[in-house]
């Protein structure tokens, strides 16, 4: 079943135990991270940033469109964290490189040779009851 929600409103729920945020486009790839990131919203602009930062704008940051993303889906991948992948529509839905994916906690520590993580693992399962695996953004 798909969950008709916000860009806003899916990253809200995921982003009290975001492991790592990944933006894409064909020159590069940015990585936020941490489990300290806030997310304020304006009429055009989504802004995740660090909870610690004086102001959204002072450290590092990530300005994302609204409008950017119309569709998410959960992917989940063997011997890796699941994530939520974002889409500018669900026919783009090609390959394993979304422009925009967030990334569960891991399911690995991987300072202990790889060992599973229970808890995060419990975490996700948890999670997709609740809110679902397939997401059309409004």
């Given at each position: 079943m798909t969950r008709q929600i916000t860009t806003a409103g899916l990253i809200r729920k995921i982003l009290p135990?975001?492991?790592t945020l990944i933006l894409r486009n064909d020159s590069g790839s940015m990585?936020?991270?941490g489990q300290d990131l806030k997310l304020k919203?304006?009429?055009?602009?989504?802004t995740l940033y660090h909870a610690s930062a004086p102001s959204s704008e002072s450290r590092s940051h990530l300005?994302?469109?609204k409008k950017a993303f119309r569709y998410a889906h959960i992917v989940e991948r063997d011997g890796g964290s699941p994530c939520i992948a974002f889409w500018p529509h669900k026919q783009?839905?090609?390959?394993?490189r979304p422009p925009l994916c967030v990334f569960f906690p891991s399911f690995y520590?991987?300072?202990?040779n790889k060992a599973p993580i229970a808890?995060?693992?419990r975490y996700f399962?948890?999670?997709?009851?609740r809110n679902g695996r397939e997401f059309k953004l409004e």
């Open positions: 135990k975001i492991g990585e936020l991270r919203e304006s009429a055009e602009w989504l300005h994302l469109r783009d839905r090609t390959g394993d520590d991987w300072e202990r808890k995060n693992r399962r948890k999670w997709i009851e």
